[in-house]
């Protein structure tokens, strides 16, 4: 009777090998990002034809986005659903477990704590018009308003994500998102037609970081698997 000997190394290596073999099958980063990037563009014409300004004489306007309120709660709870689903889908078909669910948990009640707060903002705004020659509204204001919106609210879920996978490329895609939308970044795309086009850079840019995301990632799993 033989027996045979164990390399400890090898199989230590053999482990880790499996273990991360089925991370890689566990992830499904591009479809939250592609879902995610959809809703964003989605967002644009609705905003854009859902915004009612009116202007004094005296240069100073009033404005409201009631649209843009009206379609981000149902459509980030949906899109939450959505990813939940083909989460558990792709990973089931590949034979393994994910843990999805509590990213569609804390994203959905991200969704409602978030958005109360983005709408009072959004009604308090309503009710003071924007002076001709507005005084700067202090930073730390400005930021906060930025996190409340649904581009902040997206990036905080992504965080819960990034650590449910231990993914830390997704970690490091999540933190550039954030900077993009909580600096906000433009890349000097401007426009002054209109208070409906002050509104596009950042949420146009914010989309494609996304999908852009959404294509790097899906790339790179392409070639993981």
């Known amino acids: ?31 939250a990002l592609a879902t995610l ?25 009033q404005f409201n986005r009631l649209g843009t309120m009206f379609f981000w709660p149902p459509a980030l709870l949906l899109s939450y659903t959505v990813i939940a689903v083909a989460y558990l889908r792709i990973a089931r078909s590949r034979g393994v477990e994910t ?15 978030f958005t109360a707060a983005w709408i009072a903002a959004r009604i308090y705004l309503a009710g003071h018009p ?6 700067p509204t202090a930073e730390w204001i400005m930021f906060l308003d930025r996190l409340v919106a649904p581009a902040g609210t997206i ?14 490329a997704l970690l490091g ?10 600096i906000p970044v433009t890349f000097g795309w401007q426009m002054h037609t209109s208070v409906q086009a002050e509104f596009l850079p950042p949420q146009a840019i914010s989309g494609l970081v ?11 799993q392409r070639r993981q698997r």
């Open 1 to 31: 009777m033989t027996t045979d000997a164990v390399d400890p190394r090898r199989l230590l290596s053999d482990v880790d090998a499996l273990t991360r073999r089925v991370r890689v099958d566990q992830r499904v980063t591009w479809v």
């Open 37 to 61: 990037a959809a809703v964003t563009f989605a967002a644009i014409p609705i905003d854009w034809f859902g915004m009612r300004v009116h202007c004094f004489g005296d240069g100073s306007c």
């Open 99 to 113: 843990r999805v669910l509590p990213y569609a948990i804390t994203g959905a009640a991200l969704t409602v704590v």
């Open 130 to 135: 924007v002076p001709a020659n507005p005084q």
């Open 155 to 168: 990036g905080i879920a992504l965080l819960v994500l990034a650590r449910l996978e231990r993914n830390l």
């Open 173 to 182: 895609f999540t933190v550039a998102y954030l900077a993009v939308v909580l």
């Open 210 to 220: 996304l999908l852009l995301g959404a294509a790097g990632f899906g790339l790179a």
